[in-house]
């Protein structure tokens, strides 16, 4: 995608959508074709199809179900963290163990929505997955809480580890911090490294998230504090 002019109209949010049943996914695809500010970059029945959806050119949000008839959704969830690293991938599933919410965490998912939201609760987390943030069920955010409760116990008891932080973040998310650190804007780097504004605000996801902060001056505290900021 290429940078956005200061009079053109704001990127449009493109989605693509794998979802194995066809009256669900008719009625993502629906909703989606009607929201103003969204495209429908592509949809997938079964896995095989999503993989070779990632072939093509990139989405801003991804839409998976993890119950496919020839696989799991977390095998296109980690293949596009490879293919698609901009891309924001939110699971809508029926799933809601632990074991299918954290490894599709693990695996790259921003977002984890159960089969229980209307279509325009759904837009609405379109958008907000495509701002930078993360939509989670209340129930699946619980069961996350409670599993960072258990490891944060664990590892208060276990001996420190000393972390080398040179490869902590990549290339393109250590330039990003470095546009953050001088004050520019989100649209401002876009601009500046030819990108979309949903593209930068995913890497200062994964900054945010790497970091384990939750705004620019954390950012910026917690880069210098590891030697990552260039000043």
Not at 87 to 96: D, H, I, K, L
Not at 190 to 198: C, I, N, P, R, Y
Request: charged content about 25%; hydrophobic content about 40%; aromatic content about 4%.
């Amino acid at each position: 995608m290429q940078a956005q002019s200061p009079d053109s109209e704001p990127f449009p949010i493109h989605v693509a959508v794998v979802e194995d049943d066809r009256d669900t996914r008719d009625a993502l695809c629906k909703i989606i074709q009607a929201a103003p500010d969204m495209r429908l970059a592509g949809t997938a029945c079964t896995l095989a199809e999503g993989m070779a959806m990632l072939s093509g050119p990139p989405a801003d949000v991804l839409l998976v179900d993890l119950g496919l008839p020839d696989g799991s959704g977390i095998d296109i969830i980690r293949a596009t963290a490879t293919q698609w690293p901009s891309c924001s991938v939110m699971v809508s599933t029926n799933f809601g163990d632990e074991t299918h919410v954290m490894r599709s965490l693990e695996m790259g998912a921003a977002g984890y929505l159960l089969k229980d939201s209307s279509p325009a609760k759904i837009i609405d987390e379109i958008r907000i997955l495509a701002s930078g943030g993360s939509p989670i069920s209340p129930i699946i955010a619980r069961q996350v809480l409670m599993r960072f409760r258990q490891s944060g116990t664990e590892a208060a008891s276990a001996p420190a580890q000393p972390a080398d932080q040179s490869t902590l973040l990549s290339a393109r998310e250590r330039e990003v911090l470095d546009y953050i650190t001088k004050g520019f804007t989100t649209n401002e780097i876009a601009k500046l490294m030819a990108l979309s504004h949903f593209t930068v605000r995913s890497f200062v996801r994964r900054i945010y998230g790497k970091l384990k902060v939750t705004s620019k001056a954390e950012a910026i505290f917690e880069a210098k504090a590891l030697g990552l900021s260039r000043d």
